[in-house]
């Protein structure tokens, strides 16, 4: 289990909702060879594949180094995977979420029994087909109370993985971000890169406003986080004569590379990642809130997404439970709940007053989960908000705190964008430092329920001022979780071995980036300073620009990095859009994209009051380019209006 130092309340004392459940790992049996089952996938760690005399499988029988994967799907269709474990570890979660509730044979291994047992998925010993003979509906298909269900009477056809014998969780879950309108622009690409094709389109490029992926617009990475990759990922870098890095960045790399094992950027790190890093985050924490942090409560992931998902996973115990999420919300959490079997329950921020949160709108949403027989588990809160653009008022987070508190609920900040804030008067305020102010106004009542409350705050590299999207680093804080509820977490990070190493060190330059006196403080400052005012400009730009077009009404962009204007659009519209099997506000943006070619992502793929419609886009385009996307916005929206009146 994961250390607690002494400032943190024993166990015993944590009275916890989410508490350490019993194992989940079940066991069923596969039939004795999986190279005689179509479409079988058979996994090995340095041990011998058992060959199947007059079998391809005779020439995999010595060792192939980290991992193997062979998979035969019919005879004589053989693919052999070379791959680095840490590539097969991600890919086979991925595939044990795709066949979760269903029987898989593997060759003894912790590693994949681990995973196979998270992702509720029974386990095939090849020593024992007696248990074979039957195993419950509830395993195989969640309906256990409707039928006996018997091994046998699966065909071979019927175990192949498909559509129809999947996770349909998998299948019914949505993520707008990267949905039909971006697949939609891949088209558009392809026909812009061809020259005849190109010749009568009536724009020369595509302008990507559907995801916050500021690199991929061009803005400039910051150059002291870059050296210092370069240097621990190429070491040499450090010993040329004259040096090539300010000694700064040769003294941070440094630490971090003596911090590694095998003083290899290549090699793994602990599964909650780097001591040294996570040192580096709880000294942020502190400087920030003004409140103890402690790095043995802060794990490394692979991008905020990853963490998200692992707790989101990690919290359901049965098929009543949900979770409360902002509407409309960032898809990962309705997709993620989804895919994990669980509920998605909405409580609907206020758009008309900046998308404030009212706590009895809130209780509402709880209330009714309730009054459905849905077992609320946790809450989801963004702040700044994505897609909307709100910053959450310190007595609003207070409330939402109490609340949560006060019905055994755990509390997800999502604060990704909390350097994203542009309007003077808006501050932001982290869910750690409001609780912590909580629970000292409230420390001469120790059975207040405010002292058992429990919170994940998760942040990453991806947004902010660094845009490091593809470095994949993140992080989460947890707040209120015993030694043994730190240990499960501590297993389902182990499960994927550790995160991207090279992600972990730009979590750490970014919570200790230079200071005044540092050799790289004055071009930091000076990069750090124009992205920032960049995005504040173009935050006031947008606003006013799409509150001036008709028909159109875009609360304030306080913070984060998108515009989430409501539209009206009229009833030829949405017939329009019925037509083409299509919601109204995704018609809208397919319809702007074939004649602007500026990608945006429909409202309605981040959940908005029945009646109303939405377009978000981003705030991250340099400004001549902005300029361009605005008035293409504005000419297009008229010309629409006008056909559809």
């Not at 103890?292 to 490394?300: F, G, K, N, S, Y």
């Not at 299509?582 to 500026?598: H, S």
Request: hydrophobic residues 40%; proline residues 7%.
């Amino acid at each position: 289990g994961t250390a607690m130092s002494g400032s943190h309340v024993a166990e015993p004392h944590v009275v916890s909702r989410l508490s350490m459940q019993q194992p989940t790992l079940r066991t069923s049996v596969a039939p004795a060879h999986p190279l005689h089952q179509p479409n079988a996938v058979l996994l090995r760690l340095n041990a011998p594949v058992p060959p199947v005399p007059g079998t391809a499988a005779h020439s995999l029988n010595a060792p192939l180094g980290d991992a193997s994967l062979v998979s035969t799907q019919s005879p004589g269709l053989w693919l052999l995977l070379f791959c680095g474990i840490a590539s097969v570890v991600a890919a086979l979660r991925r595939a044990m979420v795709g066949i979760q509730q269903s029987s898989v044979f593997l060759q003894p291994h912790a590693g994949y029994q681990a995973m196979l047992g998270i992702a509720g998925t029974s386990i095939g010993p090849n020593d024992d087909e007696d248990t074979a003979k039957s195993v419950s509906a509830q395993v195989r298909s969640g309906a256990a109370e409707e039928e006996e269900w018997s091994a046998k009477s699966v065909t071979p056809l019927e175990r192949r993985l498909t559509v129809e014998h999947m996770n349909q969780g998998v299948h019914e879950a949505e993520y707008a971000v990267r949905g039909a309108v971006v697949v939609k622009a891949a088209e558009v690409a392809a026909r812009l890169a061809d020259p005849e094709q190109a010749e009568h389109m009536p724009f020369k490029r595509l302008i990507a406003c559907n995801i916050g992926n500021p690199h991929a617009v061009h803005q400039e990475p910051i150059t002291f986080f870059r050296q210092v990759a370069a240097a621990v990922t190429y070491p040499a870098l450090l010993d040329l004569d004259p040096p090539v890095f300010p000694a700064d960045v040769c003294r941070r790399a440094t630490e971090y590379i003596k911090a590694m094992p095998g003083n290899s950027a290549g090699s793994y790190t602990e599964s909650e990642g780097l001591l040294v890093v996570r040192q580096q985050i709880a000294s942020y924490i502190e400087r920030r809130d003004g409140f103890p942090a402690d790095p043995e409560m802060i794990e490394l992931t692979t991008g905020a997404s990853e963490a998200v998902k692992r707790c989101i996973q990690v919290i359901f115990e049965s098929p009543h439970d949900g979770v409360m999420v902002p509407c409309p919300q960032y898809p990962l959490y309705s997709c993620a709940i989804t895919m994990f079997g669980g509920h998605v329950r909405y409580y609907y921020p206020e758009e008309t007053t900046g998308w404030s949160v009212d706590i009895n709108e809130v209780r509402r949403s709880f209330d009714q989960a309730t009054a459905d027989n849905v077992e609320v588990r946790s809450i989801v809160v963004i702040n700044p908000g994505n897609p909307c653009g709100s910053v959450l008022p310190l007595h609003t987070i207070r409330d939402i705190l109490a609340f949560a508190a006060a019905e055994g609920l755990v509390v997800f900040a999502d604060e990704v964008y909390q350097d994203n804030v542009y309007t003077e008067g808006c501050e932001f305020h982290s869910f750690k430092k409001a609780l912590r102010m909580l629970q000292h106004e409230h420390k001469g009542e120790p059975g207040h329920p405010i002292h058992k409350a429990q919170l994940i705050s998760f942040h990453s590299t991806s947004k902010g001022i660094l845009g490091e999207c593809g470095q994949r680093g993140g992080y989460m804080e947890l707040i209120g979780f015993g030694p043994s509820m730190m240990a499960e977490f501590a297993k389902m990070g182990a499960s994927g071995l550790s995160s991207n190493t090279l992600g972990q060190i730009f979590c750490g330059v970014m919570a200790c980036p230079p200071e005044p006196g540092d050799e790289s403080y004055e071009l930091y400052h000076k990069e750090r300073s124009a992205i920032f005012e960049g995005m504040k400009r173009r935050a006031r730009l947008l606003t006013a620009a799409l509150n001036d077009i008709p028909g159109m009404l875009c609360q304030p962009i306080d913070g984060a990095m998108y515009a989430f204007p409501k539209i009206e659009l009229s009833d030829r519209a949405c017939a329009a859009a019925e037509q083409q099997d299509m919601q109204p506000d995704e018609f809208y943006c397919m319809e702007l994209l074939e004649a602007t070619g500026i990608i945006c992502v429909p409202g309605s793929g981040f959940g908005q009051k029945p009646g109303t419609w939405h377009l978000r886009m981003t705030i991250l385009p340099p400004d001549d380019m902005m300029e361009d996307v605005i008035n293409r916005i504005r000419e297009f929206h008229l010309q629409f209006t006008q056909t559809y009146a």
